[in-house]
């Protein structure tokens, strides 16, 4: 059964500008993980965040995580054209595989 | 140095044939992955094994077989293809943390279009 929700499902920015994706689950997790899929690429890990932790930055990426809405957000500041990507996040509960969400396709126009 | 790679990249085959795609990682992880996702891009776990068993197996068709020679090797061996079963297959490698499942690392994808 599906446990992340992204959204939105699109997005088009202009390059410079900030871009926020956020994502909604079901049940208790352990961790929440951010992927980011090129076209035609495999997806990459940009970022974990664990349940006891409320925020984690990497470069130009911010992500917060909220237990009580079950949800969690990715800003991406100072976008690039470079950042055009499929955004997947993922949840981790224990004893089973990984649970994607369906993405939010981003698109920065330079 | 790849870290997670798959065999072949694209395939492109006639319905009722048998294929498999290869997937080796060198990143000494004991769990594998293989998910499929669809024209909508849809990511599906359909198989994962650890320590070459196999520890989930999600509702997909008996068609689907996944061969473990060993911890590094996940192959995906696919009897009498269909046309749904076009999509982008993907292997993917993780560590198993007090029984978490951290970071997944994913292959490049083999693109699958039966005809």
């Known amino acids: 059964s599906q446990q992340g929700e992204e959204d939105p499902q699109a997005l088009s920015i202009q390059e410079g500008e900030n871009a926020t994706m956020n994502c909604s689950y079901k049940?208790?997790?352990?961790?929440l993980q951010w992927y980011r899929q090129n076209s035609g690429r495999g997806l990459v890990h940009l970022i974990l965040?664990?349940?006891?932790?409320r925020e984690k930055h990497s470069g130009r990426l911010r992500v917060t995580l909220d237990t009580s809405k079950k949800s969690s957000s990715l800003l991406i500041t100072a976008s690039r054209a470079a950042d055009t990507a499929s955004y997947f996040c993922?949840?981790?509960?224990?004893?089973?595989?990984?649970?994607f969400g369906k993405g939010t396709r981003l698109s920065v126009i330079a | 140095d790849t870290a997670v790679s798959q065999t072949p990249k694209y395939l492109v085959t006639q319905m009722g044939n048998d294929k498999s795609i290869k997937c080796e990682q060198n990143?000494?992880?004991?769990?594998m992955y293989w998910y499929k996702q669809d024209s909508k891009k849809f990511l599906k776990i359909m198989f994962s094994y650890n320590n070459k068993e196999l520890i989930i197996n999600e509702t997909v068709p008996n068609r689907f077989s996944p061969k473990s020679p060993d911890k590094a090797h996940l192959n995906l061996h696919i009897n009498s293809l269909e046309l749904g079963d076009s999509a982008v297959y993907f292997c993917?490698?993780?560590?198993?943390?007090?029984?978490?499942?951290?970071?997944?690392?994913f292959g490049p994808g083999t693109r699958l279009l039966v005809l």
């Open positions: 993922a949840t981790e509960s224990g004893n089973t595989p990984l649970v």
């Open positions: 049940t208790s997790i352990n961790n």
């Open positions: 965040i664990r349940s006891n932790e």
């Open positions: 990143l000494g992880h004991d769990t």
């Open positions: 993917a490698s993780s560590q198993e943390v007090d029984r978490r499942q951290e970071t997944q690392y």
